[in-house]
């Protein structure tokens, strides 16, 4: 879209906002025709929501809903959607100073993961660093954003251990708390924990690999392609799924093959 950076440009202008980048598959060469624009917002209060409201109708030619900060909810934060010159635009807030925060818990080792609406893996808060690590800076007055996605091009190795650590142990564990489950034909919870544990093993395969993961989208798919990830990862880990069945046998040969999955991934990662 060759209007980008003149948007960036203006929003860039707004009261608030210190930057602008271009995030999701249009930053990383992996968007299709019909992918969205996501472009990263990066303020400091006060926001001039006012502004940005002017703005997206002069984009449009017709009033938009641009919310406030914190109105899409506590990680995604606000933002707006757009339609302009027939591409969909979509305006992602990012506190910049929550993102530094964020960052200073990345290099110690430390990670929250947070409830939001449209994640059910929930956001994993490093997915702030990673956003700006793999995107790409369109407007940047005071160069912030590029000073600090130079200090991020490196993975850091505590999140990286952290990460790893974290799947070795709860992967495991919530595997075997769904044994109850499954002995009861209880298919919501053995798929819930499933999920829960192919994420787990997601995140573990992408911080060994030194590489960011931004959301559930794609993150199983994506770690069968690395190097680490065992054969068939994506396939196996997908069947997983397609087999559950409704009887206590179908849940708990679900669960082995499942154990099985965990043990082959943990036992080659390295923490």
Not at 85 to 94: F, L
Not at 160 to 180: D, M, S
Request: proline share 6%; glycine share 12%.
């Amino acid at each position: 879209m060759d209007r980008l950076a003149e948007i960036a440009e203006r929003l860039s202008e707004v009261e608030g906002v210190v930057g602008v980048c271009l995030g999701g598959s249009r930053a990383t060469g992996t968007h299709g025709p019909d992918s969205d624009f996501d472009l990263g917002l990066y303020y400091r209060p006060p926001l001039d929501t006012g502004a940005l409201r002017l703005l997206a109708a002069r984009l449009t030619g017709a009033p938009v809903e641009v919310s406030e900060p914190g109105g899409w909810g506590p990680w995604v934060d606000g933002g707006a959607w757009l339609t302009v010159d027939g591409h969909r635009v979509d305006w992602i807030y990012r506190d910049l100073d929550r993102v530094h925060h964020v960052w200073r818990q990345c290099l110690a080792g430390r990670f929250e993961i947070g409830v939001q609406p449209g994640h059910p893996l929930g956001v994993y808060s490093h997915a702030y660093v990673g956003e700006l690590a793999v995107g790409q800076v369109l407007a940047d007055p005071e160069g912030e954003l590029r000073a600090l996605r130079k200090e991020t091009r490196d993975y850091p190795e505590p999140l990286r251990e952290a990460l790893v650590e974290n799947a070795r142990w709860e992967a495991p564990f919530i595997l075997a708390g769904a044994r109850k489950g499954a002995a009861r034909g209880d298919v919501f919870h053995v798929a819930g924990c499933l999920f829960r544990a192919v994420g787990l093993l997601a995140h573990a395969l992408h911080a060994h690999d030194r590489r960011w993961v931004l959301n559930e989208k794609g993150a199983v798919h994506s770690a069968g392609q690395l190097a680490c990830a065992p054969a068939d990862f994506a396939g196996r880990a997908h069947g997983l799924f397609s087999a559950l069945g409704t009887t206590p046998e179908t849940l708990a040969a679900a669960l082995d093959e499942a154990d099985g999955l965990v043990e082959e991934v943990c036992g080659h990662l390295v923490p």
